[in-house]
Antibody, heavy 125, light 113 residues
Framework: QVQLVQSGAEVKKPGASVEVSCKAS????????IHWVRQAPGQGLEWMGW????????NYAQRFQGRVTMTRDTSINTAYLELSRLRSDDTAVYYC??????????????????WGQGTLVTVSS | DIVMTQSPDSLAVSLGERATINCKSS????????????LSWFQQRPGQPPKLLIY???TRESGVPDRFSGSGSGTDFTLTISSLQAEDVAVYYC?????????FGQGTKVEIK
């Protein structure tokens, strides 16, 4: 069955960096973009960007440009989110989610159909 | 960026009654090539990740109960729960995936009256 399993909770100090992983199973990793979405405590959902596991190409939300890096390791079917220069308002649950790249079934783009369980990142001094 | 606005922010509905949530986008999410609206609805229960309910504005994801339905086109969309069940208590989000950045509505909290 399709699964996206994320790494465990992190506590970081302001100014530090954090890396969250998302391990995929049950589907062909290189056939799906991996998106990252975050949710601050009690707040809504915020899209951060995606990585194309096939090419390594990325597309980041402008507000995170310069602070975010999304990568992948196809040998272990895992995508990574790194966020640097952390601030207290980066405290959030970070989710990965997949998007089908089949342009016949989904011309232009596809919805995010499966999500990881989420990783809580707490930024506190 | 496309701004997504949901209404209401919260609603309380009796068990077995209808719940209706609206979502408006600041620009059309209708793709003329295939005449599809690039609009999803998600359900998020407390402590859980979002779950895809509806995509292309009205296509139910596999396994989603048929009491959930989506409608609308262009800039105005609706999610309807025809007969509210206890397990439907959650926050519901619309999302446009017409272009990036993908944007979400602020969420609508559904409770039991």
């Amino acid at each position: 069955q399709v699964q996206l399993v994320q790494s465990g909770a992190e506590v970081k100090k302001p100014g530090a960096s954090v890396e969250v992983s998302c391990k995929a199973s049950g589907f062909t990793f290189t056939d799906y973009y991996i998106h990252w979405v975050r949710q601050a405590p009690g707040q809504g959902l915020e899209w951060m960007g995606w990585v194309n596991p096939n090419s390594g190409g990325t597309n980041y939300a402008q507000r995170f440009q310069g602070r975010v890096t999304m990568t992948r390791d196809t040998s272990i079917n895992t995508a990574y989110l790194e966020l640097s220069r952390l601030r207290s308002d980066d405290t959030a649950v970070y989710y990965c989610a997949r998007e089908d790249t089949d342009m016949v079934t989904f011309p232009k783009t596809a919805p995010n159909d499966y999500w990881g369980q989420g990783t809580l990142v707490t930024v506190s001094s | 960026d496309i701004v997504m606005t949901q209404s209401p922010d919260s609603l309380a509905v009796s068990l077995g009654e209808r719940a209706t949530i609206n979502c408006k986008s600041s620009q059309s999410v209708l793709y003329a090539f295939n005449n599809k609206n690039y609009l999803s609805w998600f359900q998020q229960r407390p402590g859980q990740p979002p779950k895809l309910l509806i995509y292309w504005a009205s296509t139910r994801e596999s396994g989603v109960p048929d009491r959930f339905s989506g409608s609308g086109s262009g800039t105005d969309f609706t999610l309807t729960i025809s007969s509210l069940q206890a397990e439907d208590v959650a926050v519901y989000y619309c999302q446009q995936y017409y272009n990036t950045p993908r944007t979400f509505g602020q969420g609508t909290k559904v409770e039991i009256k």
